[in-house]
C-alpha cells in the first residue's frame, strides 16, 4: 500500500507545473475531501498516503482515518508497525561519479531499499528500488567483468539515509524534474524513510588557501619546458581546480569520463575565454591534471587511463563547440568582446570601467535604434 500511495503522489508531483506549491499536499487534500463526504473502504487508503505523504497533512489524514473507523473496521495493514531500518551499504565507483545505496528493512515484509545516484553533471537519483529481502548478498555476483569496480561496504544506516536524502533533495531542484518511472513511483516512499535524516545545507567548503597552494605546485613541478609554458599549464590547472570546487560535487579531485565530457563539452564552451595558447595546451594540460587528481586520490592506473582516454574523445566537440557564439552564455560573451578590445581580464578595475563602457553602448543603441558595429 505504501508503493501504491508513493506512486499517486509521484504523478501528482510530475506532472505539476513548475510555479505549482506542494503538488502532493494538494493531492491528499483532494483525497481527504472525497473520502469525507461519500465514506468507503477505498477511502481508507488514505491511511497509505499518511505513512508516505508530506508532513503538512499527516495529521489532517491520520483525523480522516479515525473518521473512517468508526463507520468500518480498519484494514490489517492499517496497524502494522513501521518498516524499521536494519542495515545499510553503499558501493561507489572508483571516480565518486556514481554511487549505489542499499538500505535493509524488517517489519511486516522486510524488504531492501535500493538507490542509484549520479554525479555527472550534478546530483541526481536516477534509480529507485524495492528489492526482495538480502539482495545486497547477490550485488557482486552481478557485477560483471570488466565493468568500473564498485565495491560494497557496509555503512552507518543514519549516514546512507542522510545520504539519500540530500540527494533527493537536489533531485527534487533539478528542472526538468526527474521522470524515469521508478524514482517517480518510489520517491514518496524514499522522502519518508529518510525525511528526518536531512542534513542541513552548509554550502560546499573551498579549499584552504594552504591545500590549493600545495596541489597546484605539486602539479606544476613535475611539467617540463619553457618557463612560458610550465606558467599557461600552470593557470589551466587553475582553470581545471576552479571548475572542480565549483562542479564536481563529489570534491574537486574526482574527474570521471562523465565529467570530463560535460567539462569539455558543455561547459568550457559556454564559460571559458581561452587564448590561443592555453587552447592549444589544454587537451594536454588536462590529461595531466586528471591523472595528477586521480592519482592523489588512489585511484588505480587502469582507471586514470580511461579518463584520459575521454580527454581524447571529446576534444573534437569542444573544438568545434568552443567557436559557436550562438552557444556562449552571457559571462563568455561579455569576456570575450573585452578580450576584443585588449582589456586584461585580470586587472578588476579595467574590467568595470570596460563593462561600465559596453553597456553604455549597448543602451545608446537601443535608444537610437543603430545596430551594433561589425567587428570587421
Known amino acids: 500500500m505504501e508503493a501504491w500511495a508513493s506512486g499517486l503522489l509521484g504523478e501528482a508531483w510530475l506532472t505539476a507545473g513548475m510555479t505549482e506549491r506542494e503538488p502532493e499536499h494538494m493531492l491528499c487534500l483532494e483525497v481527504v475531501g472525497r473520502a469525507s463526504t461519500t465514506p468507503s473502504p477505498h477511502g481508507l487508503a488514505v491511511g497509505a498516503l499518511e505513512r508516505v505523504g508530506p508532513p503538512d497533512s499527516r495529521s489532517l489524514l491520520h483525523g480522516t482515518v ?5 463507520s468500518q473496521p480498519l484494514p490489517a495493514w492499517h496497524g502494522a508497525a ?3 531500518p536494519v542495515r545499510a551499504w553503499c558501493a561507489e565507483d572508483v571516480w565518486g561519479s556514481e554511487r549505489v545505496l542499499f538500505i535493509e528493512y524488517d517489519g511486516p515484509v522486510p524488504h531492501t531499499l535500493m538507490a542509484q545516484i549520479g554525479e555527472v553533471g550534478g546530483t541526481l537519483v536516477d534509480k529507485l528500488a524495492l528489492l526482495a529481502p538480502k539482495a545486497v548478498t547477490a550485488w557482486e555476483e552481478a557485477r560483471e567483468t570488466g565493468e568500473v569496480p564498485m565495491p560494497l561496504v557496509g555503512q552507518n544506516v543514519g549516514d546512507v539515509l542522510a545520504d539519500l536524502a540530500a540527494a533527493l533533495r537536489l533531485t527534487d531542484m533539478t528542472w526538468p524534474r526527474q521522470d524515469d518511472e521508478d524514482v517517480v513511483a518510489l520517491r514518496s516512499l524514499a522522502r519518508a524513510r529518510c525525511r528526518d535524516r536531512l542534513p542541513d545545507r552548509p554550502g560546499q567548503q573551498p579549499l584552504e588557501e594552504a591545500d590549493r597552494a600545495r596541489l597546484l605546485n605539486v602539479f606544476t613541478a613535475s611539467r617540463t619546458g619553457a618557463a612560458k609554458e610550465v606558467g599557461t599549464v600552470r ?11 565549483n562542479y564536481l560535487s563529489r570534491g574537486p579531485l574526482c574527474w570521471s569520463p562523465g ?7 558543455d561547459w568550457l564552451p559556454r564559460k571559458a575565454v581561452l587564448d590561443p595558447e592555453h587552447r592549444a595546451f589544454l587537451p594536454d594540460a ?10 592523489e586520490r588512489g585511484v588505480e592506473a587502469p582507471w586514470i587511463a580511461t579518463v584520459v582516454s575521454a580527454v581524447d574523445t571529446h576534444v573534437p566537440a569542444f573544438r568545434a563547440a568552443f567557436d559557436d557564439e550562438a552557444a556562449w552564455g552571457p559571462a563568455k560573451q561579455i569576456s570575450a568582446a573585452l578580450a576584443a578590445r585588449g582589456v586584461d581580464l585580470t586587472d578588476h578595475d579595467a574590467v568595470d570601467v570596460a563593462v561600465r563602457a559596453l553597456n553604455a553602448e549597448r543602451l545608446a543603441r537601443q535608444l537610437t535604434g543603430r545596430p551594433r558595429p561589425s567587428s570587421s
Request: net charge negative; proline share 3%; aromatic share 14%.
Open 66 to 70: 479515525e473518521i473512517l473507523a468508526d
Open 82 to 84: 513501521p518498516h524499521r
Open 235 to 245: 593557470s589551466l590547472g587553475e582553470l581545471f581546480l576552479d571548475y572542480g570546487e
Open 259 to 265: 565529467q570530463v565530457a560535460v567539462f569539455l563539452k
Open 286 to 295: 588536462l590529461k595531466q591534471w586528471v591523472t595528477f587528481a586521480l592519482t
